[in-house]
């Protein structure tokens, strides 16, 4: 399933994988610090958060006003879910803190992402082979 997003929803995106990807330094402390399984785990994240800035755009400002977002969207859910806690916690938190670019960033995410979050469900629902599964697991149960 690909999602096509505006630019206005590519930036929020982008920015809060920028932000989440500040924490890719913490592989090395892991792997410094004996913990080889908490080091695969993030570089397991951030392995589909980088793939995600293929379809994204590498750069700040690309060329394009729609992003074809090609990843499944088992992966892509996950990603837009962080961005979207991330922005709504710094927020909460932290917003007497933050300077006005940085509030009208995180504004940004928490309005594009529900909405993508939104899309990527409905297709789950218009998707035969996602119904199918849903209701063989309600079935077992």
Do not use: K
Not at 31 to 41: F, G, I, K, S
Not at 87 to 109: C, G, K, P, R, W
Request: charged letters at 30%; glycine letters at 4%; one cysteine or more.
């Amino acid at each position: 399933m690909n999602m096509t997003i505006n630019r206005t929803y590519r930036d929020a995106l982008y920015d809060g994988l920028m932000t989440d990807l500040t924490a890719i330094g913490d592989i090395f402390s892991h792997l410094h610090n004996d913990e080889p399984l908490h080091a695969r785990r993030l570089h397991r994240r951030f392995e589909i958060e980088l793939r995600l800035l293929n379809d994204l755009g590498w750069e700040q400002e690309p060329d394009g006003e729609d992003f074809e977002l090609t990843m499944p969207a088992r992966e892509l859910r996950p990603i837009i879910e962080r961005v979207y806690w991330s922005a709504v916690s710094s927020l909460a938190n932290q917003q007497d803190e933050l300077v006005d670019e940085a509030v009208y960033v995180l504004t940004a995410a928490t309005a594009a992402c529900p909405e993508m979050l939104a899309r990527l469900a409905e297709d789950d629902l218009l998707d035969p082979e996602v119904r199918q599964d849903a209701t063989a697991g309600a079935s077992t149960q």
